[in-house]
Every structure is written in C-alpha cells, then in structure tokens.
C-alpha cells in the first residue's frame, strides 16, 4: 500500500521537513526543505511554507500522516517543550492545521527507529570505529544504543530481534557528566557553580559543551598543571595567555564557537585541548550507558558533531582508547567487543520519523 507522510525533525539549530512516500519499495523522501530553529516562532509557519512550496513545484500528493521527531520529551498533552530553543511543538495545532493525524516523538526515538534501516558495511552512511586493537565486530540482534552530540546531547534506545523492532526515548543526556583527571573534575566544578548544581553530561558534551570546555581553558580559573602526561598537547603554548585564534573564537557569537573551535584543532593549543577533552569525555559518557544498555547491536554515534569531527575520533584511536576504559576487568571486557559506529546519513532523522509513522498510522 502507497502512504504519503509529513515528517520532520525539530531540532535547537535546524527544522528538517520532509514529505516522505512509503510504498512496496521502500521509504523514499521526495520533497525536504530545511529552516532555522530559533528564527521560527512556531512550527505551524514553516510547516505552511513548505506544502505551499510542495504545491507551487506541482506536488499533488495527499498527506495520510504526520510523524514529527523534537529536541524534547514527549508529555502527556501530546506537545515537546524543545530544550534547546524557546517555542514548544503541538500535535492537537498541527493537527487542525493539516486535517490529518499528528504523532510527536521524541528526536532519539526517531534517531533510534533509524539506525534499524542502516548497514554498518555501508560506508557512504556509516563509519564503523575500529577498537583499539584494531578489531570490528558485527552489530547483532538486541539493543541498538544512539548517542548523539549536536546542539544538545540525545540519547535513545531500540530492541531489534528480527523483525520486531521497538523504540524507546531517553533523556539520558541530561545524566551525569563523567570526570576521570583533575582537568575534568576542575571542569565538572566550574559549569556546577555557573548552574548550581553538579553539572549533567549535556552541558559538556554537545556543542555548548565544546563552547563551555573552551571558556574554562581560557579563563583563569584553568591551570597547565591540571594536565595529566597523556595530553599531547604543547603545555607551553598554554602557559601564556589565550593564543590569537583563542581570543578571536571568543570574541565570536558564542554559538559560532563549536565549529571554530573544531576548525583549529590542529593548529591552536587551546583548540586542540579542548577537543581532546570534549572527545574523552563522550567516548566515556558512551562507554558509561553500554554499560547500563549492554547494546549487542553497537553503539551508533549520530548529531552532526561526530560526523563533522570523524577524523578528529578516528586518529590514534583517540574515542575508542577511552570508551574501553573502566575499572571492572569484565565490562572492559564487554566494551572491546562492542561494536562502535558514526552515522554519516544526514536524512537519518527524517527516515526514523518516517518510519514511526508507519508504525503508528497503522494503528489509526
């Protein structure tokens, strides 16, 4: 049976929507078109623009269903306060809008329906990590665990046992921010006295947390003597007061910051430390909820962050030497043998929303 969807993807940076057409071929997404988060009030104007621009091109497809992925956790009135941008997204508005029924989910949960569609062999969507020893082991049937550093940190969850396949959202980015040097524990104390509490693993590990990791080794409450002997790091380039580049990011928008900092990596000292620490910080935050998930279908990197920087993860082993780590021999063990992969296909998104609503339009 043909069924024509309006799915989207609502994050704090981007709104993707897209009309996506299931048939017995497969899910082929027709029409996409992308906005900024935070210049829209809401989600019914870009919404609107968007179908008039599907008709002006000649689009006469009717819509049979709405699956709408967000930033945010699901609550019970059927709306998604974005964590990461000022307006909210509302099923009963979208619904009058549209005439047809409206499913929000939460963006991991699509994220996580999504990962189910990809081939880890798939190199032009997937870049599987290699293990320390060098090793790549085949997702299996279970838990397929997503973790996703963009603007925010998401995280979601699937069981996959054949066919079955069962989402589920999480709000695990906001969990602990884990500390493993004095470095990081200085970093941990710094942002729970910006936010008078200890600090969540978000607020280090996503694109403000790459902003915030900055800040702190540029401000004076940052000391080279903080740095264990395993940073490669040239500590006399630190020493000093913040580098040229260093006070040009900062005097930058604050939000242009990530992908600066990420720019100079390889030629700035602060840059560079500060993605060193970012990288060690999300390989352990991952390593920490495998071992909560125990993913035997792979841990699956999405947000634009580790697709951008996926050179920055692959060079000496740098993500996976510190996603093995942990102080008990067996789960060590278990995060060996774990498969790791970054998700490469930017449409990831709009697929697991559309692949929700075929799920739940035929249950209407």
Same mark, same amino acid.
């Given at each position: 049976?043909r069924?024509?969807?309006?799915?989207?993807?609502v994050?704090?940076?981007?709104?993707?929507?897209?009309?996506?057409?299931?048939? #017995?071929?497969?899910?082929?997404?027709?029409?996409?078109?992308?906005? *900024?988060?935070?210049q829209?009030?809401?989600?019914?104007?870009?919404?609107?623009?968007?179908?008039?621009?599907?008709?002006?091109?000649?689009?006469?497809?009717?819509?049979?269903?709405?699956?709408?992925?967000?930033?945010?956790?699901?609550?019970?009135?059927?709306?998604?306060?974005?964590?990461?941008?000022?307006?909210?997204?509302?099923?009963?508005?979208?619904? *009058?809008?549209?005439?047809?029924? +409206?499913?929000l989910? =939460?963006?991991?949960?699509?994220?996580?329906?999504?990962?189910? $569609?990809?081939?880890?062999? &798939?190199?032009?969507?997937?870049? #599987?990590?290699?293990?320390?020893?060098? *090793?790549?082991?085949?997702?299996?049937?279970?838990?397929?665990l997503?973790?996703?550093?963009?603007?925010?940190?998401?995280?979601?969850? +699937?069981?996959?046992?054949?066919?079955?396949?069962?989402?589920?959202?999480?709000?695990?980015?906001h969990?602990?921010?884990?500390?493993?040097? &004095?470095?990081?524990?200085?970093?941990?104390?710094?942002?729970?006295?910006?936010?008078?509490?200890?600090?969540?693993?978000?607020?280090?590990?996503?694109? #403000?947390?790459?902003?915030?990791?900055?800040?702190?080794?540029?401000?004076?409450?940052? &000391?080279?003597?903080?740095?264990?002997?395993d940073?490669?790091?040239?500590?006399?380039? $630190?020493? /000093?007061?913040?580098?040229?580049?260093?006070?040009n990011?900062?005097?930058?928008?604050?939000?242009?910051?990530?992908? $600066?900092? /990420?720019?100079?990596?390889? &030629?700035?000292?602060?840059?560079?430390?500060?993605?060193?620490?970012?990288?060690?910080?999300?390989?352990?935050?991952? !390593?920490?909820?495998?071992?909560?998930?125990?993913?035997?279908?792979?841990?699956?990197?999405?947000?634009?962050?580790?697709?951008?920087?996926?050179?920055?993860?692959?060079?000496?082993?740098?993500?996976?030497?510190?996603?093995?780590k =942990?102080?008990?021999?067996?789960?060590?063990?278990?995060? !060996?043998?774990?498969?790791?992969?970054?998700?490469? =296909?930017?449409d990831?998104?709009?697929?697991?929303?559309?692949?929700?609503?075929? #799920?739940?339009?035929?249950?209407?």
């Open positions: 049976m069924k024509v969807f309006l799915v989207g993807d994050g704090g940076t981007n709104t993707n929507l897209a009309l996506a057409r299931h048939d #017995q071929s497969g899910i082929h997404l027709i029409k996409k078109a992308r906005f *900024s988060t935070k829209e009030k809401s989600l019914l104007d870009p919404v609107r623009r968007f179908l008039e621009e599907a008709r002006a091109a000649g689009s006469t497809d009717s819509i049979d269903f709405c699956c709408i992925s967000g930033a945010g956790p699901v609550l019970p009135d059927e709306s998604i306060p974005l964590t990461n941008a000022p307006w909210s997204i509302h099923a009963s508005e979208l619904s *009058s809008l549209l005439n047809i029924p +409206v499913k989910i =939460n963006d991991f949960t699509a994220l996580s329906y999504a990962v189910t $569609l990809l081939d880890y062999r &798939d190199t032009e969507a997937v870049t #599987q990590l290699p293990h320390t020893d060098g *090793s790549l082991y085949a997702p299996r049937d279970g838990i397929m997503v973790i996703g550093a963009g603007t925010g940190l998401g995280v979601g969850f +699937v069981d996959r046992t054949g066919d079955h396949i069962k989402a589920f959202p999480s709000e695990g980015g969990s602990e921010m884990p500390c493993f040097d &004095d470095l990081s524990r200085a970093i941990h104390h710094w942002l729970s006295d910006r936010y008078g509490y200890a600090a969540g693993a978000e607020i280090a590990i996503a694109g #403000q947390g790459i902003a915030n990791i900055f800040e702190f080794i540029c401000s004076d409450e940052f &000391d080279v003597r903080l740095l264990s002997d940073y490669e790091v040239p500590r006399t380039a $630190l020493e /000093a007061a913040p580098s040229n580049t260093a006070r990011i900062l005097a930058s928008p604050r939000l242009d910051w990530p992908a $600066l900092i /990420a720019l100079h990596a390889e &030629d700035d000292a602060f840059c560079a430390l500060t993605m060193e620490v970012f990288v060690r910080l999300y390989a352990l935050k991952a !390593a920490n909820l495998a071992s909560i998930f125990l993913p035997a279908g792979g841990v699956w990197l999405a947000g634009g962050i580790s697709s951008k920087n996926e050179r920055w993860l692959l060079q000496n082993a740098r993500f996976m030497r510190w996603f093995e =942990n102080y008990a021999p067996h789960i060590r063990q278990f995060l !060996a043998h774990t498969p790791v992969m970054i998700v490469k =296909n930017y990831i998104s709009l697929l697991g929303a559309a692949v929700a609503a075929i #799920q739940f339009s035929a249950h209407e």
